[in-house]
């Protein structure tokens, strides 16, 4: 089976790295291994769009990162309506995704360990702390919005939230469309 894939260029805001190429599925949808299968973990569109369309994306993985057992993500999408958007590409009518989610995991058990010396010309004192973590589960909430316009053919706009158990906001990633030239026109052929 032959699947489409989108390609583009994504460059953080003020670096100097060169961009770095992005494929993504048809439906801007991203894949990876999840527990050795090829899993959806993102699907912020989901054609047709149309006001009122819904869909949940959801996966558990299981040893995601040394300090999780195991992490579960369920999110919830739903196409609110149209609304015009301004980003340095220009001014767009698009169509706006929002999703709210939750996401859990099982804290590896681990231990670490932290030591400090102090010498003198007469001694020497060395400190230890063992630090154990004890397996917990902890989770926390989402929340993203994108912003498709049809004459792009993409967002042109998004915002990902991620909060955790006590409400607090650790990570948020914007992006805005920088730049866009219109395909050409269909012309005699």
Do not use: C
């Given at each position: ?59 558990t993985e ?94 042109v706009k ?32």
């Amino acid at each position: 089976m032959l699947t489409a894939l989108v390609g583009l260029s994504v460059k953080t805001n003020g670096s100097t790295q060169p961009p770095r190429e992005v494929f993504l599925g048809s439906d801007w949808s991203r894949s990876r291994d999840v527990n050795g299968k090829d899993t959806v973990v993102n699907r912020p569109l989901a054609f047709p769009l149309s006001q009122g369309k819904s869909w949940d994306l959801g996966f558990t993985e299981a040893n995601p990162n040394r300090n999780f057992k195991s992490e579960k993500w369920d999110n919830h999408f739903t196409v609110v309506g149209y609304e015009t958007v301004k980003v340095p590409a220009g001014k767009f009518r698009a169509l706006k995704i929002e999703s709210e989610g939750h996401w859990e995991a099982e804290l590896a058990p681990s231990q670490s360990v932290v030591q400090g010396a102090e010498s003198r010309q007469d001694s020497a004192t060395v400190v230890s702390q063992v630090r154990r973590t004890l397996p917990r589960n902890v989770g926390g909430k989402t929340y993203k919005a994108f912003w498709y316009a049809p004459e792009v053919k993409r967002w042109v706009k998004s915002v990902e939230e991620y909060y955790s158990s006590g409400g607090v906001r650790n990570e948020r990633y914007t992006q805005e469309l920088e730049s866009f030239k219109p395909a050409p026109s269909g012309g005699a052929g």
